[in-house]
């Protein structure tokens, strides 16, 4: 008997999100239910975590003046103390403030949660290199946890344009070629999360040490979504596909050109 | 029942060399029907009517100018009932980027917000085939959801991210739309 899968797509984090997962025989009820979490769980850390909304925790740091000191959201604190992790793992290399001040914003545990403070008025935080692979996992932990509930393994995935995480199941990914159109195969993801950025020509950022004018893809195999988001800036940053850090977080790395 | 641990591990397997020379076909995945969707949408209708509508040129060019792109002449609306009071609209839609074309269902409330919106299908083709008639023809009206099977027709591309511009444009659109029925007392 082959196993049926429950698949839908919404507009999230500025990209189509799409979640799956695999029908519980003896109970198909608990997939439809999972999905609504894992919705729920999106709409929460985009609220969460933009930058761009004035209400969202790092809207309101950002506008703020110097000594601003904010409780945070469970999504924030996570979100930031990883990307603190990060940034002194990889000697200053992963920086949310993306050069604005690396050492102006601090988090502090006391009571009632965690604290973010900010030191220089000039310091802006922007989640954009590890908030979407937050939000994936977010999702992807709704997910698992409602499927958990029931007798049989949980199979389902989480795909947010191209950010990936997924348990129980093989999904083969595809690498697209921007420039001459067209999807490639890459690889078969079964556990764990992929994440891929470009660099070069009307992207955003450039890879190191790349020449001008050739974009290249870097894509990064890693057990958390978090993770695979936040090491493809750090390998583009340095150019290296053997950065220690990928190691040390259990993550492999692939810079690639689109396409073949 | 057991309380399982969210796994903390990547397992993958790259695809073979030879595999990397040819494109993959395009694909296609169908999420959704237009009635599985206004269900979804309103819960609480107990029905839902087709209506047609058309905008006067004046709305169109008030609408163009508020939105910076073009909108349709004809709309076909699902008015979603609970008895006689109108609880909402869906407006199916869709939109063609770079590389896909994106059937969406956009619900909107008797106030005139967004309750939720829906993707339909997905379709995804070579960049240049997107731009061929015959291809987009073929998309028209299609609402069967197909069988869902792991494997070959499941979407996971991985690239520079897939802009959702067009998506976002096509969902201010059919609010707009929405809302200017509704302000003529178009839609009760």
Known sequence: MSARYLRRARPHLGTLVELGVRVPEAEPARATAALGRAFLALAEVERALSAFLPESDIGRFNAAPAGFEVLLSDDAARVLGAACALARESAGLFDVSLGTGPGAWSLSEGEGGCRLRKHSPGVHLDLGGIGKGFAVDRAFEALFDELARGPEEPACWVNAGGDLRVSGVELPVRLRDERGGGAFPFLVLSEGALATSRFGPLARASLAHASPGHARYVSVAAPTGLLSDALTKVVALCGRADHPLLASHGATAFIHEGGA | ?188
């Open chain 2, 1 to 188: 029942m057991g309380h399982r641990r969210i796994p903390r591990a990547v397992c993958y397997a790259l695809a073979a060399p030879a595999a990397l020379v040819a494109p993959a076909p395009a694909f296609a995945v169908d999420y959704l029907t237009a009635d599985q969707a206004q269900a979804l949408i309103f819960p609480a209708a107990d029905r839902f009517e087709l209506a047609e509508f058309t905008l006067t040129a004046g709305e169109r060019e008030a609408l163009e100018a508020k939105l910076g792109f073009k909108v349709r002449e004809r709309w076909t609306l699902r008015l979603a009932r609970q008895g006689t009071r109108l609880l909402g609209v869906l407006a199916v839609d869709d939109v063609v980027g770079k590389f896909e074309r994106i059937t969406f269902a956009t619900g909107v409330g008797a106030d005139g917000a967004v309750a939720e919106v829906e993707v339909l299908s997905y379709r995804e083709s070579h960049g240049y085939e997107v731009r061929l008639p015959a291809w987009r023809k073929q998309f028209v009206g299609k609402t069967a959801a197909s069988p869902l099977r792991v494997g070959d027709d499941i979407a996971n591309i991985s690239g520079a991210t897939l802009s959702c511009q067009h998506l976002t444009q096509g969902v201010r659109r059919a609010v707009a739309v929405v809302d200017a029925l509704l302000r003529r007392g178009g839609l009760r």
